[in-house]
T-cell receptor
């Protein structure tokens, strides 16, 4: 597609439910990054992939969070047993190569009740 | 990863030049310096990137001294629409890219 696409744009869920957030990067982009952003804060690194390989997952807060990119394109960030503190904007970005230029999607706003 | 330090906020008036400085004392040899702009309710957007000396594009200039321990983003003749958060990232472009807290720039009329 023309840009990075994220879905759903908005997700409201109850505590304890699992959620899956999807990211469709710009076609051909090698790297894909996940960030979480709270109001008034900078984006917090979660994890990133080169092709299908997860290169760094040091930012994932705990083992309820996981991410995959099985075919080196679309990625899914999964949060199991959601908690209220998981409420945030989740942002995905892709990068063509080692350019350092990230292209961000519109984000997925998660609200856990 | 190099730690970055930026002012929390800056105020300016329309038509002025704005310079935002970022400190990154432990920058590594392979690290580049990249600046992003973020408007409310939008994702960050790439502005400019450099390794050393000066880089200029249609929106900004980036000045990097020889020791590379700091960098300055220069926005010429700002307008109200330049009100945003500006982030300085320092890192190896093929690796983990970490955002700091950013600088809130408020442009007033």
């Amino acid at each position: 597609g023309a840009g990075v696409s994220q879905s759903p744009r908005y997700k409201v869920t109850k505590r304890g439910q699992d959620v899956a957030l999807r990211c469709d990067p710009i076609s051909g982009h090698v790297s894909l990054y996940w960030y979480r952003q709270a109001l008034g804060q900078g984006p917090e690194f979660l994890t990133y992939f080169n092709y299908e390989a997860q290169q760094d997952k040091s930012g994932l807060p705990n083992d309820r969070f996981s991410a995959e990119r099985p075919e080196g394109s679309i990625s899914t960030l999964t949060i199991q047993r959601t908690e209220q503190r998981d409420s945030a904007m989740y942002r995905c970005a892709s990068q063509a190569g080692n350019t350092g230029e990230l292209f961000f999607g519109e984000g997925s706003r998660l609200t856990v009740l | 990863l190099a730690k970055t330090t930026q002012p929390i906020s800056m105020d300016s008036y329309e038509g002025q030049e704005v310079n935002i400085t970022c400190s990154h004392n432990n920058i590594a040899t392979n690290d580049y310096i990249t600046w992003y702009q973020q408007f409310p309710s939008q994702g960050p957007r790439f502005i400019i990137q450099g390794y050393k000396t000066k880089v200029t594009n249609e929106v900004a200039s980036l000045f990097i001294p020889a020791d590379r321990k700091s960098s300055t983003l220069s926005l010429p003749r700002v307008s109200l629409s330049d009100t945003a958060v500006y982030y300085c990232l320092v890192g190896d472009r093929g690796n983990k890219l970490v955002f700091g807290a950013g600088t809130i720039l408020r442009v007033k009329s």
